[in-house]
C-alpha cells in the first residue's frame, strides 16, 4: 500500500515550509510527495505569504530530496503551454533522477485565473485531451526525429521533442468524477487514475467506468494504477482529533464521513475499505503544514498497519 503526502501550499507556505514537510514525508518512509498547483487561496484563508509555482518547487525538491517520487495533483492545462510544460516536467525529472510523476488536469478555479490574468477559456476538456497528447508524443519522439501536431488548440512544427525526462515517461496521472470523457482520456494516456475525494461507492463506480473503459481501448484494466485522494486528520485520541480538525476548520463527524479521520484503528479500517475497491494508493490531503507530528503519528500508527 503506497501512501503520498499531499498538500495545499496555495492556502499559505514558503518554500522553506514546503521542503521541512516534503523531507520530513522522506524521512518518515512515505513513498512519495505531492502538491497541488494553484496561484489563489481558497475557503477563507488569507494565503499568505503567497502563492508558489509548483513546478518551480517541484526543481527545487528534486535536488534537496533523494527518494520520494515527486508530482503534481494536478498540474492545471490553462497555466502553462503544453511544450513549455513537456520541457518543464522533463527537467524536474532529469534533476530528480527520474522520480517525477505528472499528474494532468483541466484546470477548474475561475477565480484564480481572473486574479493572476491566466485565460479561462469555455473549451478547457478539450484542451487537456490535446495537452496530454502533445506532452506525452514529445516524450514519446524518438531522438533525432521531429514531433508536429497540428490540433484545434496548439500546434507543433518540426519539434526535436528536446529534452528527454530521465524516465522513459515519468508516469501520467488523469483524475476526476466525469463519466464518460475522464475515464476515456484515462484509457488513452493515463499510467495512473485518481479519484479525489469520494466517498467509497463513487470511487467503486467510477473505478468500474476507467476499468471498462481501459479494457474497451485494448489494455489490461491492470495496466492503470487506481488511487485515491483523502483528507487525513489522526489523533492518539479525541482530543488530538478534535484539535487537528479545528485547526483545518472542520467538523469531526464530516471528516470522519468525508476523509480519513479518528484514531489510527479508525483510518486504517476506512483505508481498507476503499482498498476492497480497489484503491491502492493513498494521497494524504495534509493541509497543516507545519504539524510534523501528524506525519510521524502516520509513519508509525497507522502505516506499518497497512502491510
Known amino acids: 500500500m503506497d501512501l503520498r503526502i499531499f498538500t495545499e501550499p496555495q492556502q499559505g507556505a514558503t518554500y522553506d515550509t514546503i521542503l521541512r514537510i516534503a523531507k520530513a514525508t522522506e524521512d518518515l518512509g512515505f513513498d512519495a510527495f505531492f502538491r497541488s498547483d494553484h496561484y489563489l487561496h481558497m475557503g477563507g484563508v488569507d494565503g499568505l505569504p503567497g502563492p508558489?509555482?509548483?513546478?518551480?518547487?517541484?526543481?527545487?525538491?528534486?535536488?534537496?530530496?533523494?527518494?520520494?517520487?515527486?508530482?503534481?495533483?494536478?498540474?492545471?492545462?490553462?497555466?502553462?503551454?503544453?511544450?513549455?510544460l513537456a520541457i518543464q516536467v522533463a527537467q524536474v525529472d532529469q534533476m530528480s533522477g527520474g522520480r517525477v510523476e505528472f499528474g494532468l488536469g483541466a484546470g477548474w478555479f475561475a477565480e484564480e485565473h481572473a486574479a493572476y490574468g491566466i485565460p479561462f477559456p469555455?473549451?478547457?476538456?478539450?484542451?487537456?485531451?490535446?495537452?496530454?497528447?502533445?506532452?506525452?508524443?514529445?516524450?514519446?519522439?524518438?531522438?533525432?526525429?521531429?514531433?508536429?501536431?497540428?490540433?484545434?488548440?496548439?500546434?507543433?512544427?518540426?519539434?526535436?521533442?528536446?529534452?528527454?525526462?530521465a524516465q522513459a515517461k515519468p508516469p501520467v496521472i488523469v483524475g476526476g468524477k466525469g463519466p464518460k470523457r475522464t475515464p476515456r482520456l484515462a484509457a488513452r494516456y493515463a499510467d495512473e487514475f485518481n479519484l479525489p475525494f469520494g466517498s467509497v461507492e463513487e470511487t467503486e463506480a467510477?473505478?468500474?467506468?476507467v476499468r471498462a473503459a481501459v479494457e474497451e481501448a485494448g489494455r489490461p484494466a491492470s495496466d492503470l494504477v487506481y488511487s485515491s485522494a483523502l483528507p487525513i486528520c489522526?489523533?492518539?485520541?479525541?482530543?488530538?482529533?478534535?484539535?487537528?480538525?479545528?485547526?483545518?476548520?472542520?467538523?469531526?463527524?464530516?471528516?470522519?464521513?468525508?476523509?480519513?479521520?479518528?484514531?489510527?484503528?479508525?483510518?486504517?479500517?476506512k483505508i481498507g475499505r476503499y482498498a476492497a475497491v480497489?484503491?491502492?494508493?493513498?494521497?494524504?490531503?495534509?493541509?497543516?503544514?507545519?504539524?510534523?507530528?501528524?506525519?510521524?503519528?502516520?509513519?508509525?500508527?497507522?502505516?506499518?498497519q497497512l502491510g
Open 52 to 84: 508558489t509555482d509548483a513546478w518551480i518547487t517541484l526543481a527545487g525538491l528534486a535536488r534537496e530530496t533523494r527518494r520520494i517520487r515527486l508530482g503534481t495533483l494536478v498540474t492545471a492545462a490553462t497555466f502553462r503551454l503544453p511544450g513549455v
Open 122 to 165: 469555455d473549451d478547457k476538456f478539450s484542451r487537456l485531451e490535446e495537452q496530454l497528447a502533445v506532452v506525452t508524443g514529445l516524450w514519446a519522439t524518438e531522438a533525432g526525429r521531429k514531433f508536429s501536431y497540428d490540433g484545434a488548440h496548439y500546434r507543433l512544427t518540426d519539434s526535436p521533442a528536446l529534452p528527454k525526462p
Open 206 to 209: 467510477q473505478f468500474g467506468r
Open 234 to 269: 489522526v489523533g492518539r485520541d479525541d482530543a488530538e482529533v478534535a484539535r487537528r480538525a479545528a485547526v483545518l476548520g472542520r467538523d469531526v463527524d464530516e471528516l470522519k464521513e468525508n476523509g480519513l479521520a479518528g484514531s489510527p484503528a479508525e483510518v486504517v479500517d
Open 278 to 304: 480497489g484503491s491502492t494508493r493513498f494521497y494524504l490531503q495534509t493541509m497543516d503544514m507545519a504539524d510534523l507530528d501528524h506525519l510521524e503519528l502516520v509513519a508509525s500508527q497507522v502505516a506499518p
